[in-house]
């Protein structure tokens, strides 16, 4: 049986890039930027068919607001029951130098190419008058899993359940990464919920091609409390190793309905010390090469790896074979880091309690309102906790192009 397909049952086929098709003036316009022509002809087309486009849809309730965007429910002129979400990104001043953010544009090439189950969908894209752009997205009515996590006088859910979650969760990131897209934001509220109850990874606005060899990556991304170690020491290049830290975070907050590293105060050197309180210090005899990275830097205090029965101590609602998986997850060293699909070849999946079946999940994540309120972010914006405290994420990153 093979578990990474979907269906549980299908061998996967080799993956690959598949576009969809999006409104008709976003290829028009390419291809007029492309080739340099203002041509009255091709802009009168181009405009033609972006508001073919845009009637198609007609808005209804705005779900949430922000500097970044506005999201709106939706639906279909032609079907009143195909219900959409649509994101308005806002015309910023960076627009009239630069052009659409990079934020924006990774957030469209990607889900262009990513077609899965596991993955917010991108139906279409158009523009307005005053040339805002238009994102239109399933529309996921649950609300995130970062929301479900916290309320605690509510809901309730058992193993089962968090197996079910991050099997999905690690599917979409087998995905990505087969298609050879490192995420980079993993964390509870970019994963919405569908009706159906199915887990979605959104919001690809950090999201990047893996790197050609020997090409610097830049290490100052990923929400700093599912960031792992080498990005805080500075590395240049990485893997989706990067992706498998974060998705071992959100495990493990799953299962603690708390956030396993978070440090207070907020600072990249407070993360690296809890690192080192909660799996280990990082050293050659753990991590060979560590102490050549750049940012390296360590407590005075050294802690030895922490073993399988500490693990058990704080995460024994998993069982043996779980904790295994979340060790293996959260490794100190990149390379012996489990890749996508080596998760989901580990025995957790069969082991008992078996997933549970979609129908059986909790879904009340905070409804459309929390959908709206995580889209209408910029990629890899942070949310605020429900202590009242951002995580402070360093948004500083240094896009001197798209490949970073």
Known sequence: MSLLSPALDVPPEPPSKRQKTLGASSSVSNNALESGSSSPEITDLAEQLDSQERDKYIKGKKLGSGQYADVYSAHLVSDPSKLVAIKKIKVGPEVKEFGISYDSLREIKFLQELDHPNIIKLYSVFSTKNQNLNLVLEQLPQGDLLKLIQDTQNISYTPADIKSWMLMLSRAIW???ANFVLHRDIKPNNLLIAANGEIKLADFGLARSFADPYQPMTYNTITIWYRPPELFYQTQYYSGAVDIWSVGCVFAELIAREVLFRAWPESEINMVKIICEKVGTPSEDNWPGVSKLKGYVTPTEITPLRSRDYWLGAFRAIGDVGVDLLMKMLTLDPRRRLTAEDVLRHSFWTADPRPSRLEDLPRKGGGLEAMGEDLKR???????????????????????????
């Not at 890899?380 to 490949?403: P, Q």
């Open 175 to 177: 995905f990505c990464h």
């Open 378 to 404: 910029r990629g890899g914006e942070v949310t605020v906790s429900s202590n009242g405290r951002g995580d402070k994420v360093a948004r500083k990153l240094d896009f001197e192009s798209m490949k970073k």
